[in-house]
């Protein structure tokens, strides 16, 4: 796991326009430049491998990639912390800012992007506290005026159908985001909660996450990669 600070520019997309009624009004587009440090990751063991092996990001299923970084939105966002545990990781909401949180993984060589040539689905599973309505998980390009969350901001709950989370439950979700294949990734796991989507959130609040894997059309893992 890359342990760096975040100084580069990344250019991240969750302007209002671009949700729609989607996020509060001052969330505004992070232009990078208000990247929270998470240079001190709580790994809990070791870091050592590369796509596979290791134990640095208990949230995959491969654990030991090394081209991850992990976000916190700024620009008027609140926070979240992230944690490994054993097995799986832990995203808690610490504070609510303007009424939206977002972030996520993104390339620890802020220079490259995430190669989605090979990708079909992306699955993992997930417990917790937090109201699935508030909550989007997706793959995110790069933005600018083709701004994109693949496969949508409510996937959660309309193509997952997951509408209650529990904290002592795993459940399994698998998107299709095949339509990231051409497109230009920048987070390769990104999550948004959100007030004003459907559901509520409270400091405190988290959601769990394990086996986060990419997966081919023939339901493959494939391994990420930069380019």
């Known amino acids: 796991m890359k342990k760096e600070n975040l100084l580069a520019t990344i250019l991240m997309t969750v302007a209002c326009m671009f949700f729609a009624a989607g996020c509060q009004n001052d969330a505004v587009a992070d232009d990078g430049t208000n990247i929270r440090d998470y240079s001190k990751v709580d790994t809990g063991s070791d870091d050592s491998g590369s796509g596979g092996g290791g134990t640095g990001w208990a949230l995959c299923k491969k654990s030991g990639y090394d081209i991850f970084d992990v976000q916190v939105w700024g620009d008027g966002a609140g926070t979240f912390d992230f944690a490994n545990k054993e097995g799986y990781s832990t995203f808690t909401i610490l504070t609510k800012g303007g ?55 409510t996937a959660l709950t309309s193509s997952a159908s997951i509408t209650e989370l529990k904290k002592d439950e795993w459940k399994t979700v698998t998107f299709d985001v095949s339509g990231a294949k051409s497109d230009t990734i920048i987070n390769a796991f990104m999550i948004i909660a959100a007030a004003d989507w459907g559901g509520s959130f409270a400091e405190n609040d988290y959601f769990d996450i394990r086996n986060l894997d990419w997966l081919d059309s023939e339901g493959n893992s494939v391994t990420l990669t930069l380019k």
């Open 99 to 153: 009424g939206w949180v977002g972030g996520g993984l993104i390339a620890s060589d802020t220079s490259k992007t995430f190669d989605f040539s090979k990708v079909a689905k992306m699955t993992f599973e997930i417990r917790g506290t937090i109201n699935p309505k508030a909550l989007c998980i997706g793959v995110q390009n790069n933005g600018g005026a083709s701004a994109k969350i693949y496969p949508s901001k």
